[in-house]
């Protein structure tokens, strides 16, 4: 049978015995290192008992417990204010900082319809026009791209600038606080007016939306109207241009479809995932005594894990006239079972924790205050 090395009951931390060094440096950690192998080694049965294991194997958990402590920790705080970090840059360390909520990846993501609406967006409208000829009405727009270097199937017409003349600007001066009669006049008169001479009328800003809503009703109803129709990038214009109209220049915007998608990707060094949001390892000596104590807990459980590991390794050991049987695997259940605990445990702790259960509670906090306020007597006063 092999020699098993047992505690030997006392141990001394000193930089670089821990696989990873995360915090070998850290003197808080140097300190408690010992107190913790100390705390597993009397938790898991010395002197009573031997115990399997040696300082590194101490030391390895407790590390492994502080670092599995910060990233739960900063796991919630990323889903916690991860629409809040998204576009941020990556080189910005965010274990101690106060991350303050803001509106920016929500417009972000809301300016996509900005875009279709024509109201912004992050999305490039181009100016574009085809030029009138007498007698024809419809006209490819496509045979327009591929004369100007744009690939058809990328062109996607978003507005056409085919409006007649407003009757407000015939039949009120720009500005004018009141109804210019004499330019009625002038005009022969328009529809539901009679002129007055050539002069101004001031009147109530109601008259002035009627006459104007008069106006337009009349024109679209007794004159010719301006429309168009598009259909895959064949524009027809209504009414049909005439000789006159010959050589002017009709006036659209459009977008280029695959920058709809080359514009959504951004990669600039800045947080696009979970993985590259800067949180590092947690600072030891930070971590107050509530974490360290879920930290202790966790480092038990990791060497009583370790030490079922051991002993099943050596399940017998021979003695004259019997063999002693190991509990490697009712360790290795209890350190699973200690383990699932604490770990949901402390996530339960950090959900309640979160902003919306933060401001859940304060609502309900003002919403029971409000309550007691509510039975106290009101006092009328006689001045």
């Not at 950690?29 to 008992?49: H, M, N, T, W």
């Not at 659209?252 to 920058?259: A, R, S, T, V």
């Not at 949901?344 to 401001?359: N, V, W």
Request: charged fraction near 15%; hydrophobic fraction near 35%.
């Amino acid at each position: 049978m092999a020699n098993i090395p047992i505690w030997p009951g006392s141990s001394s931390f000193f930089p670089g015995v821990t696989p990873f060094g995360f915090y070998d440096n850290d003197y808080q950690f140097q300190v408690d290192a010992d107190k913790v192998a100390k705390f597993c080694s009397l938790r898991l049965g010395y002197p009573i008992e031997n115990v399997e294991l040696q300082d590194i194997n101490f030391y390895t958990a407790f590390e492994q417990a502080v670092t599995v402590y910060g990233n739960e920790l900063y796991a919630y705080k990323l889903r916690d204010n991860y629409l809040s970090l998204e576009g941020a840059s990556t080189s910005s360390v965010l274990n101690n900082a106060v991350i303050t909520p803001n509106m920016s990846n929500i417009i972000r993501i809301s300016e996509q319809y900005g875009t279709e609406a024509g109201s912004g967006g992050n999305l490039n409208w181009y100016s574009g026009s085809v030029i009138l000829t007498g007698s024809v009405q419809e006209y490819d727009l496509n045979v327009w791209a591929t004369q100007n270097g744009i690939s058809s199937s990328n062109l996607e017409i978003k507005r056409v600038f085919y409006e007649g003349t407003p009757p407000s600007s015939t039949y009120f001066y720009g500005g004018a606080i009141g109804l210019a009669t004499g330019y009625l006049n002038a005009l022969g008169g328009a529809p539901g007016f009679t002129g007055y001479g050539y002069n101004y009328l001031v009147t109530p800003l109601s008259f002035n939306i009627g006459a104007l809503q008069q106006a337009e009703m009349g024109r679209d109803i007794l004159l010719s109207a301006y429309s168009f129709e598009i259909h895959n990038n064949k524009l027809r214009i209504y009414p049909m241009p005439t000789d006159g109209d010959t050589g002017t220049r009709y006036w659209f915007q459009y977008i280029l479809k695959n920058e709809r998608l080359s514009n959504s990707i951004v990669n600039n060094g800045t947080v696009s995932n979970l993985a590259n949001a800067k949180f590092n390892n947690p600072t030891y000596t930070q971590i107050n005594s509530i974490g360290r104590s879920w930290i202790f807990e966790y480092t038990l459980a990791l060497a009583k894990e370790m030490l079922g590991y051991v002993r099943n390794k050596y399940s017998q050991i021979p003695i004259p006239g019997a063999d002693i049987q190991l509990n490697g695997d009712s360790l290795l259940t209890s350190a699973n079972e200690t383990k699932n605990a604490l770990i949901e445990r402390l996530r339960t702790y950090f959900d309640e924790t979160s902003r919306e259960k933060l401001l859940e509670r304060r609502k309900n906090e003002s919403d029971h205050a409000q309550s007691e306020l509510n039975k106290v007597p009101m006092t009328i006063y006689i001045g």
